[in-house]
Structures are given as C-alpha cells and as structure tokens.
C-alpha cells in the first residue's frame, strides 16, 4: 500500500506543479534550493512523454505494417528509419535551440516578448530547412535508399511509406519545435497532453487503414501523418488563444541573425551527433544487406525501433537534467551539479537495465508482434542477444555526453559520440563482420559501447564541476 500512496502523492504532485510551473519550477531561487531529486523528476516527465511520442509512433507504424503488410513491407520500414531520422534532426536543432534560448532569458519585462521573438524564428527555420530537405529527398528518394541498404524488393515498399511521410515530417519537425519552446513558457501539463494525443490517434488510424481499408505501408503512413497533422492544428489553436503569452505576431517571424545564431549554435551539438548516429545506422544496413540479405535489415529496423524506446526515456532525462546543471553550474553551486549528474546518470541506467531484461528475457514476443516470418524472427533474436550485452553501460555515456551539452561544452560533446561511432563502431564492423559474418556486425554496438565509456570517463573527470572551479 505504501507503494501505491506514494506514487498517488507524486503524481499529484507532479500534475499540480506542471499546472503552475511557470510560478515555481522556472525560479532561480527554486532551482537553486529545490531537492535535486524532485526537480528532476518534475523537469524530466514531460520531455520523456515528449520524447516517447516519437518512438511510438515507430513502434506502432511498424508493428500494423509487419502483421498486415508482409515480410517485405517490414523490411522496407526498416529503411526508412535512418531516412526520418536524419529528416527529424530539423527539428532537434530548432526545439532544443530555440528552448534553451528562451529558458536562458533574464526574468524581466521583455523576457515574454524575446521568447515570441526566438520561437517565431526558430520556426522560420525549421519551416524552410525541412521544405527544402524534403524536395531533396523526395527528388533522389530511390538512389538514397539503394544507398541506405535496400533491395528491389524492399525499396518500393519505403518509397509508399517515406512519399507519405517526408511531407508530414514537416509538420513533425515544427511540432517538436512548438513543443519544445513552448514548455518553457506555456503550461507544461496541457502541451504534454496535446502531444499525447498524435500517437494515440495513430494506434486507431493505422489498423483501420491497413486492415479495415486494406491500404498496407501506405495506410501506416496515412495514420501517422493524419495523426501528426491534429497533433500540430492543436498546439496551434492552443497557442494562439488569446490569454496564451506564446502567441505570435507577424512581427515575431521577422528573420533575425542575432536571434538565430543562438538558436543554431545551441542547437548545432544534438543535431551532428543525431546525424552522425543516422550516417551509422545507414553502414550498419549495408553491412547487413551484405552479410544477411533483406531479413537481417528487417530484423535490425525492429530491433533498432526497440532501443530508441530506451534512448527516448534516456533523452527526457537529460533534457530535464539540463536546465538544472546549466544554472548550478553558472551559479558555482558544486555539489549540486554533482548531485544532479548522478541521479541523472542512475536514472538513465535503470532505464537502460530495464530494457536489458526485457530484451534478454522475451526477444522472441518482441518480435512476433512485428512479424510472423520465423527466419526474420530467427535472425530478430540473434540480433538483440548480442546487440543488447552491454546496454546497461549506455546510460553513463549518454547522460555525460548531454551534461557537456548542459555546461556550454558541447564540443567535449561531439567528441564523445564521434568516438563512439566513428572510432570503435565503424571500425568494429569493418574487422568483425569478414571473420564472423552476421554475428560480427551485431557484437560492434556492445563493443563500441564498451570501449567509448574510457574517452567519456576521462573527459568527465578533467571537468571542473562549476564555473567557479575554472
């Protein structure tokens, strides 16, 4: 029982200060003296939530299209993974930009109208970056996936899939920009709400589209892209209430390079390391489409789609860690940059633990609700097994990497995740997979994520813990 009230007490706890966030949360004096705990936890819960709308709606796509679409058609999705993921790094450089500018306003008259100023850029932004990125795409769509792994069988399944999804991506790119910036501001327990709402739409379109209308990936790529579409028409119409201090004027899309260049130098860390991380994933499937045909591109995607579940409650925790060590960290206060850091990084990696036993102990469930081909799934449980051994170190490195981000050190950043997957991962694959095959290309990622923790443990121990320590 006792379990159970407390749970109750911190969820309504927790509803009550995301209500009135604005009035406690956001205070210096409260992120100053607030228990580093509590602060995490009421920081972290909406950015996981946000950060879980995009994985499931991964999840959700490939699961319909794996048991209504066929073999081939999951497959296909796999493909598009790296695809929309580089495409969704628009959005990472805008929402984390323009969020960190506007929480590093001064807490004065203007700071209102600055944040109008920094989102309505930050949109700008977004809006032309990804238009142009998507008539790239959409242009070279075919030569791309060749390149990313495909086959002739599965690239026409992506094609349908990725032509549905590229535009709607778009409007995905500018949702995690609103969403992001407006947490800063706006409350946080109502944006969170509205971003809940996409993927929950998306579990009632898809199956009705793929089965019901019998429109296989292409239903899949409807039910997401409609579901992204109300997602975006109403965090607009929340916005641009009339009460709402987030809601723009044309003024506040007057392009600024002194308002821009913050946004992108913020945003420039989250945004190479989610490139890189992409640009890894694509050698990882040609190395697959080499050594274990389409299936084992198939089983990676569904694999892959797992993990980023993981990462994507990893990521909510860095990003609510992040505004506490920034001001800690500014403020000189040590001890409480160390604290936050710790708890951070033991949250990240009971995540991390959590999904090692879950992965390890039911592999084959994980990838019957993908598929029904059982040399897909073959290959799915070999996958994971290896892939998976040292996942629990995943939360120490991450957390660190995002720390480095926190302290206006993003270079130490980049350094970390380029390490991980330029100087032991590729290079991993490119001496294990001739001597062990399909084995060898799974073994690279606990490898890399073994070898990256010294580079990381360094560099964190050559760290002083606050700018007082310079």
Sequence with gaps: MGYFT????????????????????TSNHILARYPIGKLLKIYSLPAILNMLVIAMYNIVDRIFVG????????????????????????????????SSAINALPDNDDRIKNARQILGNALILCFISSLILAFLALLFIEPVLKNFGGSDETISHAIIYLEIMIPAGILSNINITLSNAARMIESRRKIMT?????????????????????????????????????TFALIVQHLHKKKRKLRLYLSDFTPSIKVLLPIIGIGMAPFIMHITTSMVNIIINRYLIIHGGDYAVGAYGIIATMLFLVAAIQQGICQGMQPIVNFNYKMGFSDRVKST????????????????????????EIMKAFTTNQ???????????????LLPLTGFQIVTTSFFQS????????????SRQFLFLIPA?????????????WLATPLADALVIIPTAIILALTPISQSSH
Excluded: H, R
């Excluded at 007490?9 to 406690?24: D, P, R, S």
């Excluded at 694959?429 to 290309?441: A, E, N, R």
């Design 67 to 98: 048991q209504g679409a066929g073999t081939m058609a999951i497959c296909g999705m796999a493909l598009t993974l790296p695809c929309l993921a580089l495409f969704s790094t628009i959005g990472t450089l805008t929402g984390v930009g323009a």
């Design 341 to 364: 850091l710790i708890k951070a990084i033991m949250a990240a990696s009971w995540i991390a633990i959590i999904g090692f036993a879950l992965f390890e102990l039911f592999p084959a």
């Design 429 to 441: 694959l490119i001496i294990l997979s001739p001597k062990m095959g399909l084995d060898g290309i």
């Design 375 to 389: 040399n897909l799934i073959s290959i799915g449980i070999t996958g994971f097994k290896f892939t998976i051994l």
């Design 194 to 230: 509205i971003m809940l709402i996409g993927p929950l739409l998306n579990i009632i379109f898809s199956p009705v589209f793929i089965f019901a209308l019998n429109m296989g990936i292409k239903g899949a790529g409807w039910g997401s892209a409609i579901s992204i579409a109300i």
């Design 6 to 25: 407390n749970f109750a007490q911190f969820f309504k706890y927790t509803l009550l200060v995301l209500t009135n966030i604005n009035n406690t949360v």
């Design 407 to 418: 302290i206006k050190q993003p270079a130490k950043a980049i350094v970390i995740n380029i």
